[in-house]
Structures are given as C-alpha cells and as structure tokens.
C-alpha cells in the first residue's frame, strides 16, 4: 500500500476542487427514480455513462436539466414507463444498476 509522507512542518492551506465521481452519481441519478420531486446533483462528471443514464431516464419520462458548471437537475417524479431500453443498457459498464 502507498502512502503520502509530509515532511517540513509547514501547514498546508488552500483549496481544492474534487472531480464528480461516476461510481457516486449513477447510483444516485437511478435512486432519484425513488424520489418525490426533483434532486440536484453537483459537479457531474460528463462521462458516457452519465449520458446513456440520463437517456434512459429520459426514454422513461424523467426531465433534467444539465448546467454548463456541471450541475444537473433531475425531476423522475412523473414517469411514464419503467422499463429501460434493452439497446441502451446493454451499452453500459454500470447496468447492473438499471
């Protein structure tokens, strides 16, 4: 295993952005089938995967709306089918969570 040695003493200070992470948000993008009303998700990776997502959801009656910042609006609240488009799942690496 790796690790990461700070020597000098000196304390560290700034910040950072983190990267969107796709094993996050494909979880949460096919959980917001479960919610109520519309869920925000910050900082979405602009992955392929996160696209087929949103087309699958779309294909079964879901709006988002997807910001230049990267962040996506997604409202399932009022889907029409809750079957997934056999041609576009089987493209995924993550399908086992449609």
Do not use: C, W
Not at 46 to 70: C, K, P, Q, V, Y
């Amino acid at each position: 295993m790796y690790k990461l040695v700070i020597q000098g003493g000196n304390a560290l200070h700034g910040t950072i952005k983190a990267a969107g992470s796709k094993n996050s948000s494909l979880p949460i993008l096919f959980a917001s089938i479960l919610a109520d009303g519309p869920i925000t998700l910050t900082n979405t990776p602009h992955l392929s995967d996160i696209s087929t997502t949103l087309r699958l959801l779309m294909d079964m009656g879901a709006e988002f709306i997807l910001e230049s910042n990267s962040d996506l609006f997604v409202d399932s609240s009022k889907l029409t089918s809750l079957v997934a488009d056999y041609n576009l799942v089987k493209t995924m690496r993550a399908s086992i969570l449609v």
